[in-house]
């Protein structure tokens, strides 16, 4: 008894440790801050859900017999579900396209641990979740906790919330998902992680995710996501769509770039605008127009990136006058899902191979990677015969940083930030990688040019943006990056990013392309120089403007002033909350007179 009660205190002990560590390196490095004392509410709230949360799990070890312990889900069982129809247990099922649940194991009446599957052929990569919810109660708060993530931190503990779909909500006409749960935070539990799961490591643990749902209807069937689903047949869908805004002015064609290892086929689109006449001309003009080259969903879990594509599609589709000179000035090669495997299968981050197809881009297998392989051959003719593309720009979504930004390629800024010796005379380069990230910062409110690097880092000379621009020789090569959780600037500042924000993220991108052929088709060289030094406020002093290093593993090192409001029950958010509904309410993609202002 005495062994058992001191075990149990060295665990508490270690948890309270673990917990008090995290805050205080947060203090060492801005210490000026908290003696400011500019900690929000939001922070201390969190600084004291995340305590609670940690010590109701010490106390499963301190009374192990009020813990039930009852599996109701598993599918390593074939008879799943296993949980028998008796009312006293929910019902869960992510035996869908994209649906990530491996287990689901009844702790307390109405508390659940969850236990996720790891990309498939891998023995990692636990944070895309989608499952279904049935057989709950009105009025009843249930607590879930997903308890094998991997990430030492996430935008749980800094205002985001999980993705819901109410069927019945549905039904009464309002079919849509929607931020939800109360009492969210994210934390480092007890569970060890094995050395070969963390990469060789000893001494890793998991984290646990816990969030709190209270049901509104009865015989409800519920879905919770890490992120707006955004499915393979979604895809399909949707490109079927855009095949009825096609009008004789529009030239839309869709190949099948390649099959991949389970046999889905890999989209290519191909999107520019028609050649106004038969005439040698105007068919000379149609073949020498500038390339665009955009790509998206390399990382399946990173769902925003497709929602994103999607934006880009519509408004290249569309029948605005801004869409038309785009198709005029550009031919769009469009990959719009590097990875169907991953996203039907509902992996994180890899391919059917278990591995992270964003890292095999300098020697893709044919047979492995074919959907990498086939892109960079297509990349690779095009320089061959004379056409790179003029922007290479990879979709991505990123789960530790607010709002939208982009990893560019600088010879010059890399030297900078890695302290290499070398004088900036010996090194000469053009600042026009600058231009389109600083034309987003202007016009969409999303974009944060500060979030932004152009730093080349050795662990991704592997990955598309750093192949593309030093083997194909694109000098704007891009990937962009958007917000899992919502944005800390402009007006969109303290809201959690939704469907519409990212689609019309897609949209400004196509803008900032028409204002940057305003730019490159300017006959005086000199002068575009001049107008793009002047962009982006490098006109004598390009040292000075040296961008963030941003590592991977970047986070906000303390817990931000943004009070979200809807998990957090504080009366005071309640002001807060009903003019974040306010605004929420008014999202809109920009009209075409919105646009075409923007542009001018």
Known sequence: CERTTLLIFCILFNLHNIFITIRCENVKRHEKIFEANLFSKFAKFCVHLCRSKIFQDIERLIHPNDILDKVVYDLDIPSCPVVEDSGESLKFNSQFESGNLRKAVQVRKYEYDLVLNADINSNHYHQWFYFEVSGMRVGTTYRFNIINCEKSNSQFNYGMQVLMYSVQEAISGRPCWVRAGTDICYYKNHFARSSIAAGGQKGKSYYTLTFSITFSHKDDVCYFAYHYPYTYSSLKMHL?????????????????????????SCPLLTITAMPESNSNDHICQFRNRPLIFLSARVHPGETNASWVMKGTLEFLMGSSPLAASLREAYIFKIVPMLNPDGVVNGNHRCSLSGEDLNRQWLNPNPELHPTIYHTKSLLQYLAYIQRAPLVFCDYHGHSRKKNVFMYGCSVKETVWQTNISASSSDLQEDLGYRTLPKILSQIAPAFSMGSSSFVVERSKESTARVVVWREIGVQRSYTMESTLCGCDQGKYKGLQIGTRE???????????????????????????????????????????????????????????????????????????????????????????SETTTGTS
Do not use: W
């Open 240 to 264: 079927s769509k855009l095949e009825d805004l096609k009008t004789p002015r529009i030239y839309l064609r869709q190949d099948v770039l390649c099959e991949t290892l389970s046999g889905n």
């Open 502 to 592: 990212l689609e019309e993220m897609g949209a400004q991108f196509c803008v900032a392309l028409l204002r940057l052929k305003r730019l490159t088709g300017l006959r005086n060289h000199q002068n575009l120089l001049d107008l793009e030094c002047d962009i982006i406020g490098t006109q004598s002093k390009a040292a000075s403007s040296t961008t963030t290093y941003v590592m991977e593993e970047d986070e906000p090192s303390f817990l931000e002033a943004i009070d979200y409001s809807a998990e957090s029950n504080d009366e005071d958010g309640e002001p807060e909350n009903e003019l974040c509904c306010e605004v929420q309410e008014n999202f809109d993609l920009l009209s075409d």
